[in-house]
């Protein structure tokens, strides 16, 4: 059982910058995918950003691509999402998630273990 705790987290005006930090404890062996979600209110978890362990191959929504960095640290089992120029539109529950590519990733497929998540709240 793997136990992913985020921090980092908090509210930020549009074009600021923040750091989320997932911290894995216990079987951290195994799950080939390291990823990070998100979930606005009222709208559906997607993927945001996930990257291959064995190989550091990274991909990221269209959306957010070439403003946020997945980022691991393996010795210290830790997972890091670098978020800059933030816009409202980011203001979601972050998670980060631990697991395969499975049917339907972007919503979850495939994820073994799961974060409690993080709130990000981006004012305009």
């Known amino acids: 059982q793997v136990r992913l705790e985020e921090s980092g987290g908090g509210s930020v005006q549009a074009g600021g910058s923040l750091r989320l930090t997932c911290t894995a404890s216990?079987?951290?062996?195994?799950?080939?995918?390291v990823a990070w979600f998100r979930q606005a209110p009222g709208k559906e978890r997607e993927a945001v950003a996930n990257m291959y362990r064995r190989t550091s191959i990274t991909y990221y929504k269209y959306s957010v691509k070439g403003r946020f960095t997945i980022s691991l640290d393996s010795a210290n089992n830790t997972l890091y999402l670098q978020m800059d120029n933030l816009k409202p539109e980011g203001t979601a529950m972050y998670c980060c998630?631990?697991?395969?590519?499975?049917?339907?990733?972007?919503?979850?497929?495939?994820?073994?273990?799961w974060g409690k998540g993080i709130m990000i709240t981006v004012s305009s």
């Open positions: 998630a631990h697991g395969e590519i499975g049917m339907n990733f972007e919503a979850g497929g495939g994820i073994r273990d």
């Open positions: 216990g079987s951290t062996t195994g799950a080939p995918i």
